[in-house]
Nanobody, 122 residues
Framework: QVQLVESGGGSVQAGGSLRLSCAASGITFNFNTMGWYRQAPGKQRELVAAITSEGRAYYTEDVKGRFTISRDNAKNMVYLLMNSLKPDDTAVYYC????????????????WGQGTQVTVSP
């Protein structure tokens, strides 16, 4: 059974930083692309960043240059370092493993976890 546990969220002021962590189990982690996603109130869940098993990273334009995704295959962990946070980054952040392309939003290896709340005040 795939289990994804996100942590590291919190409340910060605009311009601040947070580092999110995701612990994955029940998955052949080394062979899977991992992604970070977020869902703001009243909006659909969206991709933020993803990283392939080889370490190739993808970022949406909204976060490019501010966020950095990384992974530790030995620990089955994926991280998201978020700098220069903006109020628009406020959302619940989730991790998961997309099936197919790095930007796929149609199928995922695991069910969605509880996520971790990020709140950015002006």
């Amino acid at each position: 059974q795939v289990q994804l546990v996100e942590s590291g969220g919190g409340s910060v002021q605009a311009g601040g930083s947070l580092r999110l962590s995701c612990a994955a189990s029940g998955i052949t982690f080394n062979f899977n692309t991992m992604g970070w996603y977020r869902q703001a109130p009243g909006k659909q869940r969206e991709l933020v960043a993803a990283i392939t098993s080889e370490g190739r990273a993808y970022y949406t334009e909204d976060v490019k240059g501010r966020f950095t995704i990384s992974r530790d295959n030995a620990k089955n962990m994926v991280y998201l370092l978020m700098n220069s946070l903006k109020p628009d980054d406020t959302a619940v952040y989730y991790c998961n493993a997309p099936v197919g392309s790095i930007k796929s939003m149609s199928r995922f290896v695991g069910s969605w976890g509880q996520g971790t709340q990020v709140t950015v005040s002006p």
